[in-house]
């Protein structure tokens, strides 16, 4: 069991995937009958913002700012002042992640951009540490970096989905 906690803690991100998509299903089992695409969708965005934007990013703010030092060594780093403004970057994208669980569109694609911009930058930053400094620390180079390129890439593939199947009620800009 010991083991399990540590696995589920350590990769945090793939954790979050799973209970947003078991927070989906419960979801959808609750929902009014016969499921259709939008409702569907409505389901796996609206709980993959929650759960691996929302709470993921607040569990990141926590270990970096009270925990700084087990991150850093867990990414194969040395710690710093920096630790501090990671966690608090990730505050900032709980946040926006919880306001967007039961929000409209803009605000849903303002918490994928984010974490897009965010984890596309971390992922080069581990691969340059993979590459030029030889770090295959779990925390650089394991089950963080594979989520860091794909949990943005299922957002926006959601957002996408999102759009096509309910589209958007308000005019095109010009």
Request: charged share 10%.
């Amino acid at each position: 069991m010991e083991s399990i906690i540590r696995f589920a803690l350590s990769n945090f991100t793939l954790t979050f995937v799973i209970l947003g998509l078991v927070a989906s299903a419960v979801a959808l089992v609750r929902a009014p009958k016969p499921f259709t695409a939008p409702v569907v969708i409505e389901a796996l965005l609206s709980y993959f913002i929650l759960f691996s934007v929302g709470f993921s990013f607040f569990y990141n703010f926590v270990m970096h700012t009270f925990f700084g030092e087990m991150s850093a060594a867990f990414i194969g780093w040395e710690d710093s002042p920096f630790q501090a403004e990671v966690g608090y970057a990730s505050l900032g994208f709980a946040l926006i992640g919880f306001l967007g669980f039961r929000r409209g569109f803009d605000m849903r694609l303002a918490a994928v951009t984010g974490i897009a911009a965010f984890l596309w930058g971390a992922a080069a930053g581990h691969i340059q540490e993979i590459v030029h400094q030889g770090n295959f620390a779990p925390g650089n180079a394991g089950v963080i970096l594979y989520t860091d390129i794909l949990l943005p890439l299922a957002g926006f593939i959601l957002l996408w989905l999102q759009r096509r199947h309910r589209g958007d009620s308000r005019p095109p800009l010009r």
